[in-house]
């Protein structure tokens, strides 16, 4: 992998100050910058220098997003992490397959690590924003990890793929879509397919994450989602209510 890559720690909803810091500790330890909170229930940031050793200038670059979705709009490629090695329709990957996918999807765009909460973890919800999943291989007597240590194993393991948060994007790969036109394709999709009566208006959801899923794996590019958010665009007109179609 080569040193152009970029990675996004993401962490969504997290609770300890402590937890905070030390994944800032981490990131330092493996050469990674780029800190996102989401959602966060921590209200004073300051707590958690105490545990951000020489991990500080990550701390105070960190940015906050009020929601998930804004957290990962400007990513290409997203993976999940979780304890659970059963949810609905998604195969987890090992961490190591995890750091190469990464890896290799950083070559089109910004790429995120994404991170849950301490008590719930990441739901079935915050789930549908990532193309992927993880599972560290844990005993069964204690199946879940710390924060800190779970962020310890998977951006070792990113590191060794060659993965850094500088900024370059080699020029020889169109840049991929990000997630942000996705989520607004996925919206005009939505209007459009309920307008047309496709979708079912009582429970839209679950065949339009199976759409979005499709979307996702298609890996298209930048242009071609925006393509997509245009033919949509129009098509939501047409279907539109009170539209005349003859």
Known sequence: MRPGAELTVVLHQTRSPDNLGAVCRVMANFGFERLVVSEPFVEDFS???????????????????????????DCVYVVGTTSRTQVEKRTPLTPEDAARRLAEESTRGRVALLFGGEQRGLSDEDLTHCQDLLVIPTSDVQPSMNLAQSSAVLLYLCHRQGLTSAPALPQEEEAGARLGTLNALSGRM???????????????????????????????TQREAELWLNAFKHLGRAVAPGTSRG
């Open 190 to 220: 939505r209007a459009a397919m309920l307008a047309a009566d496709f979708l079912n208006p009582q429970a839209p959801e679950h065949v339009l994450h199976e759409l979005e899923r499709t979307l996702m794996r298609a890996r298209l």
């Open 47 to 73: 707590l958690a220098e105490k545990m951000a050793v020489k991990g500080g200038h990550i701390l105070a670059g960190m940015r906050v997003a009020p929601t998930l979705q804004e957290a990962l709009e």
